[in-house]
């Protein structure tokens, strides 16, 4: 380098490019000091880049001490022109500054404005508004101006393939900041004030380090910004630019990134769509299209698709023969993803969505070193994922887990705390195979903003255990609804919450003495006793829950009655809903050991006031029909209720004096919820059924038909199948079987031996019982019967 003037190196944040432009600049200058466009408090972070365990992408993270919420990021990866130039320097051993606007002041800029902070502080993309106040993108307008309608499409063909800096490494600057300088001549600023304070803040400081060094500065900042750095402006007014601006107090440290995280389609504007593409330009010293095909190969085969060499060398030609016909150097992504759907995909775009996910943007996740500042919570969260061998991917994943082993049942309460402090790295979903309360699966996916969450989250405490139960002890205090703290007290016996499980309890015990809805309270019992159950498979004393849910029963056993009169169809359909949740919440605090009142007679205390209580909505004729259907069913279901005496109460409704739009409603009440194969099994019903739909009136018919076809709809094919054979050929013809009087109805009074003897191979291979002793032929056929 020579003369007094810095050298301004202008790039486009994370291009490939710019970033093999910003190496050899500075590999031909050998500046004695780089300044890069970041916030200088992150100077003390720079020694971590070279860090062993450092891997991009990665991010600063900037957050307001106070309100760790108010954040921003300045993302980096491995093609990222400013994170080049910070591994240029630490190998040089020349020092690195970051020179833009300190986070102090871009934290506390927008507090309280409509455009507060929202990430990547570094992310203002080159941007300008013209007179008429409309936002310009400088690389669209030159773009738009070579005759391009698309700003990746022109930046490829005269930056990325056009092996920009082999023969002067200083032209592609130099040619850049002249675009650059027309466009700040038509745009100006675009009205966006703080790139002139910010742009004020890097003259002082560039100015600085020429006291200091000299004429060894080198600057690498976004392009937009180099004419008003190269602009010559007294210091005064620089000075008086940034005098008397807010500022808080903020802490900054490293934090993972993801490529995701870098595309404009996951919300993050970060000016790339295609970082996965742009890695693999970075990385690829030569044959990029081949390497690229490969790549994508490799995908297409681990997805079970037949893709083969000669697939991927007739997809590199087409792909080159495409980038002659529409003129460019150099098959860019166009000509590549175009070339990947005809031959690798065979034309279909749903492989080609996948390429475009996993690989055009990608699920690359950074590291960062141990050493990288952290608040006390992450710190104790990073402690815990080793301990339990649970590492932070991109790639969503799902996780089961069996609570019976001790690793995972530590991941399970990790992952629940974390719920409970609104960092959801992971989200519960249904097993695919045992429905247990001692498994769990999980969808687990780490986002890079979720380390403001830890950051927010630690407020609570300086470990997770710690912050998750003063959480909970402050979202108890402040639940708005019975339901929401009955929820919450579930959730801390997930999360293993001693310490907060009383403050919950006595909470929850005050708002169920209170609320006397109960709506609110059939609500809050399922919950209740879901607790009960995790409380037991986790080994947890929930004796004070036992308590507070058998009082909660009782007084829904009470209430349930007078509630349920003279209700109009929604509310008695919501009612109906809330009786099936009773009835199951009951039958499981009958299995919970200590539940009821504490001994087989408390058990059946509440199972008996449970159906004394059906049995009173059964009878009732103020109650909906719908109620009325669904308790008649639910006593037959449990043996309460004789088959005869059931068709006897289904017969009065169905009885001529009953309007049809009320019989219907009893229907859907009784057969809704899988009651199909109670019509096909007992064919009494189904007659009753049958006989009062062909006796409906025709005016009528036209009102109950959608209370039936949603009833009807809600069956299985198999059973709607059977059903219809059994209409056609008319209840209790041609299908063999009759109900008797010693037998279960539609079902015959004795074992069939011969139809059992026939099952007893398959039985043997699926129990596994081939090889095992005691096990007869008749004992199986005992099973099959």
Request: aromatic residues 4%; glycine residues 10%; negative net charge.
């Amino acid at each position: 380098m020579s003369g007094a003037e810095p050298l301004l190196l202008g790039v486009r944040h994370h291009g490939p490019g710019s970033a093999r432009a910003v190496r050899a600049a500075l590999t031909a200058a050998r500046p004695r000091v780089v300044l890069i466009e970041g916030p200088p408090e992150a100077d003390a972070l720079i020694p971590l880049a070279a860090d062993e365990d450092m891997r991009p992408p990665v991010a600063l993270l900037a957050h307001a001490v106070d309100e760790p919420g108010r954040s921003a990021f300045w993302p980096l990866a491995e093609f990222s022109p400013e994170w080049v130039a910070i591994r240029w320097a630490l190998e040089h051993e020349v020092p690195a500054r970051f020179i833009d606007l300190p986070a102090i002041h871009t934290l506390a800029w927008g507090k309280g404005a409509e455009d507060e902070p929202t990430g990547e502080a570094e992310e203002s993309e080159p941007t300008a508004e013209s007179a008429a106040d409309v936002r310009v993108d400088p690389l669209a307008v030159l773009a738009e101006t070579a005759g391009y309608d698309d700003p990746e499409r022109w930046w490829e063909d005269v930056v990325e393939h056009r092996g920009v800096g082999e023969r002067d490494a200083f032209a592609p600057f130099t040619a850049l900041e002249e675009a650059m300088g027309a466009l700040r001549e038509t745009y100006g600023v675009g009205g966006h004030d703080r790139d002139l304070v910010r742009e004020a803040y890097m003259r002082l400081q560039v100015r600085a380090a020429q006291r200091e060094f000299e004429d060894g500065v080198a600057v690498v900042c976004g392009a937009w910004h180099v004419p008003a750095l190269r602009q010559r402006t007294a210091v005064a007014a620089d000075r008086a630019l940034l005098k008397g601006l807010p500022k808080v107090k903020a802490d900054l440290t490293w934090v993972p990134w993801t490529h995701r995280r870098l595309s404009r389609a996951s919300g993050y504007g970060a000016g790339i769509d295609s970082p996965g593409w742009y890695g693999h330009l970075f990385s690829a010293r030569d044959r990029p299209i081949e390497r690229w095909m490969t790549k994508v190969a490799g995908l297409l085969r681990e997805e079970d698709r037949i893709v083969s060499s000669a697939h991927v060398i007739e997809a590199v030609r087409l792909a080159e023969t495409l980038a002659v016909m529409r003129g460019r150097p150099l098959p860019g992504l166009g000509e590549t993803t175009d070339a990947v759907r005809a031959v690798l995909c065979e034309g279909s775009d749903v492989p080609l969505s996948l390429v475009h996910d996993r690989l055009v943007v990608g699920d690359v996740l950074g590291e960062v070193p141990p050493g990288a500042p952290a608040v006390p919570l992450q710190r104790d969260l990073d402690r815990s994922q080793r301990r339990l061998r649970l590492k932070p991917e991109a790639l969503e994943r799902e996780l089961e887990l069996d609570l019976r082993k001790e690793t995972d049942a530590g991941r399970s309460r990790l992952l629940h705390r974390l719920r409970l402090l609104r960092i959801e790295w992971g989200e519960p979903v249904a097993s695919r195979g045992s429905t247990g309360t001692f498994r769990e699966t999980w969808r687990l996916r780490w986002e890079p903003e979720l380390a403001v969450r830890v950051a927010e989250a630690g407020v609570w405490g300086t470990t997770v255990l710690a912050a998750s139960t003063a959480k909970a002890e402050a979202d108890a205090v402040g639940a708005q609804s019975l339901a929401d703290v009955t929820a919450l007290a579930e959730h801390c016996l997930l999360a293993e919450l001693p310490d907060a499980l009383p403050v919950v309890m006595k909470v929850l015990a005050d708002r169920a003495a209170l609320d006397a809805d109960v709506g609110h309270l059939a609500q809050a019992l399922p919950a209740l006793v879901r607790s009960l159950r995790y409380g037991d498979v986790r080994g947890t004393d929930t004796q004070a829950l036992t308590e507070v849910a058998a009082g909660l029963a009782e007084r829904v056993f009470v209430g349930l009655p007078p509630a349920c009169a003279a209700l109009d169809t929604d509310a008695a359909e919501e009612m109906r809903r809330h009786v099936d949740a009773v009835h199951g919440a009951v039958a499981l605090l009958d299995d919970v050991p200590g539940s009821g009142h504490g001994d087989a007679a408390g058990h059946r205390y509440l199972r008996d006031r449970w159906r004394a209580v059906l049995r009173t909505l059964a009878m009732r004729d103020t109650v909906p029909g719908v109620i009325r259907g669904r308790a008649v069913r639910l006593l037959l279901d449990e043996g309460e209720l004789e088959a005869d005496e059931a068709a006897r109460l289904m017969g009065l409704v169905l009885s001529p004096g009953t309007p049809p739009a009320d019989a219907a409603a009893w229907i859907e009440g009784f057969v809704g919820g899988g009651g199909g194969l109670l019509l096909v099994h007992d064919e009494r019903l189904l007659g009753l059924v049958d006989a009062w739909l062909t006796g409906v009136p025709a005016e009528a018919f036209t009102d109950v038909l959608p209370l039936l076809r949603r009833t009807f709809s809600s069956y299985e094919p198999g059973v709607r199948r059977t059903l219809g054979e059994l209409v056609r050929r008319g209840p209790g013809k041609g299908m063999g079987v009759t109900a008797t009087a010693a037998g279960v109805p539609g079902f015959g009074a004795e074992l069939d031996a011969g139809r059992a003897d026939a099952v007893v191979p398959v039985l043997r291979l699926l129990l596994g019982l081939d090889e095992m002793a005691g096990n007869t032929d008749n004992e199986l056929a005992g099973v099959a019967g």
